[in-house]
């Protein structure tokens, strides 16, 4: 078995979707059965590369340039499909670039751990999102998809309290506020299948969040530091924008982030 770092960037460099996903799946199984074993598996290093690789397709296009399709419409449901499958994609990059970027910080075993479950779970959704398309005559890679989301892991790629505050903490947060009003447009479509891959991820991101919340908490014990303040510093640094009601206050107080972490960065008060 190679070290966990290893893995991570072999991920980060492969391009097709679905061979990224199996290759993450298979190393999060590696990493799984020996911690279940009760081992203590390597770590190690790697030269995670700064972009992901990805696929020829989709093409990737400025978000004002992505063409707005109605959700009322097949068309229109294709395309909250494929950009559902993007984000996943992006997610699963995501998770294993904090596996294999951070690694001089010194951190338990249970970080990893998490991590390499978010990307296990990550690589489910992304094929539960291929598959849909495939189902609907589309694929991952049809239609032109968002440019920049791999913004925040540039921007934070020398901060690990700034990739937790932003990336689990504000973006994987935002699924938890818009999943609901997704699930509905499939639901009103009788898209059983679609629901239940979207009931599926609806309910793992919350533990996403969650790690987040927990690891960012754990690193502001260490650094003494006040949890609150030190995410709207940092989500104030790295995030571009205002955070957007309406929340889903119910699930992300699950995940452990209370209303007065995003409510003073909604640049409303
Ligand atoms: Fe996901
Ligand atoms: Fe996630």
Redesign the pocket.
């Known amino acids: 078995m190679i070290a966990l770092a290893q893995m991570a960037e072999a991920v980060l460099r492969c391009a097709d979707g679905r061979e990224k996903t199996a290759l993450s799946r298979r190393y999060a199984a590696e990493w799984q059965a020996a911690r279940a074993a009760g081992e203590t598996p390597e770590v190690g290093r790697a030269s995670p590369p700064l972009h992901p690789a990805r696929p020829a397709t989709p093409e990737l296009l400025s978000p004002r340039d992505v063409p707005r399709r109605r959700p009322g419409t097949p068309e229109g449901r294709i395309a909250l499909l494929h950009a559902v499958a993007h984000i ?1 994609l992006n ?1 699963v990059d995501l998770h294993w670039d904090i596996v294999a970027r951070f690694t001089d910080t010194r951190l338990p075993m249970g970080f990893y751990d998490d991590w390499v479950k978010a990307a296990d ?2 690589s489910k ?1 992304f094929n539960l999102m291929a598959d849909c398309l495939e189902e609907m005559g589309s694929h991952y890679g049809a239609l032109p998809a968002h440019a920049g989301m791999w913004r925040a892991a540039e921007d934070t790629a020398d901060d690990l309290m700034g990739r937790l505050a932003v990336v689990p903490m504000v973006l994987e947060a935002r699924g938890l506020d818009v999943t609901p009003g997704m699930i509905d447009v499939f639901r009103k479509a009788k898209a059983d299948i679609a629901v239940a891959a979207l009931e599926t ?1 609806y309910a ?2 919350v533990a996403h969040v969650a790690y987040g919340s927990k690891w960012f908490h754990f690193l502001c014990g260490r650094f003494d530091e006040d949890p609150k303040e030190r995410f709207h510093a940092l989500v104030r640094t790295y995030f571009h924008g205002d955070l957007k009601p309406p929340f889903n206050e119910e699930k992300r107080a699950e995940a452990g982030i209370p209303p007065d972490f995003y409510w003073p960065l909604t640049g409303t008060d």
């Open positions: 996943e997610a779970e990550e959704h991820i793992e991101e």
